[in-house]
């Protein structure tokens, strides 16, 4: 058995300025730092098999406190995972996120030559970008190069393995729709699994077919898999709950590192805070920051 554990990133910086952030690299923000500082510790006591994450600074940041606060020795890790970058929202990476006035008859090469930049309806995409289909491959490429070699080595090994993917909200979703389509009972995915705010979770536990568990099986890499794929939890943030809230504004300063914590600098402690921040999602409905 194999159990994926797909994490979106913490708020960066870019999630507070309603732009379109796909392949732009925005750091996370104070209040993102807090977020995977609180995921770290809500995921402590669960042991990693290996820790995955894409490369873009938001994403490998928060990886990295969900890595520092696992138990030793801690798990392999890859942060270097490029089929699992957000969308490419080509030229319209950092422009503003727009409400189209005339979808229907004006087509989106007509709004970008106009400056503006709605929501690409289904197949269009942004000049030098990706669309939902590109995405969809992009997802069924990491499914096959990431996630299968757990599921087949969990099952030689007779074991249960556990897996985390540090990713963005729309990647995510896609992720997780590539695997559902593996489910060999013909189960048709009914909804779309976006919508997450920052560093929220979701999981998905996949089996092989008429095998009982902890039983070894003698399979190769190219043998097709008869899986059962369950959707367990979607959307989980329970880690935030005891974050403390204000109206302040730490979500447009970038997290460093190499600085001094930016709370100390302007309180004397290092008390974690944070605004209650749900993300918001052009395609969802969702208020709050925009979704990459």
Known sequence: MLTV?????????DNVRHVWAGWADAPLSQRGKAQAEALGAYFSQ???TKIYASPLKRAATTAAFVLAAQPAPQPPHDFTIESVKEQ???????????SPDNRISKSLSEYMSEGKYPTPRPGERFTDG???????????QAVDEVIMPHVRSAARAGRAEHIA?????????????ALLKRDSRNVTPTREYTGMQNTAWARVVIKMQDVAEDTPIDLTDEDTLPLIVTMMDFGRAD?????????????????DPK?????????GAAKTVVTKHYESDARNGIDGETKN
């Open 130 to 140: 990706e669309s939902d289909e590109d995405l969809a491959a992009r997802a069924t």
């Open 5 to 13: 554990t797909f994490v979106r990133h913490g708020q960066s910086t």
């Open 239 to 255: 880690h935030l709950v005891k974050l403390k809230f204000n109206a302040g504004g730490t979500g447009k300063i970038a997290y």
């Open 259 to 267: 600085q001094q914590d930016i709370r100390a600098f302007f309180s």
């Open 88 to 98: 490419n929202f080509g030229v319209a990476e950092g422009k503003p996120w727009c």
């Open 165 to 177: 993917l540090v990713s963005h909200g729309l990647c995510i979703g896609a992720l997780i729709f």
């Open 46 to 48: 669960t042991l990693f």
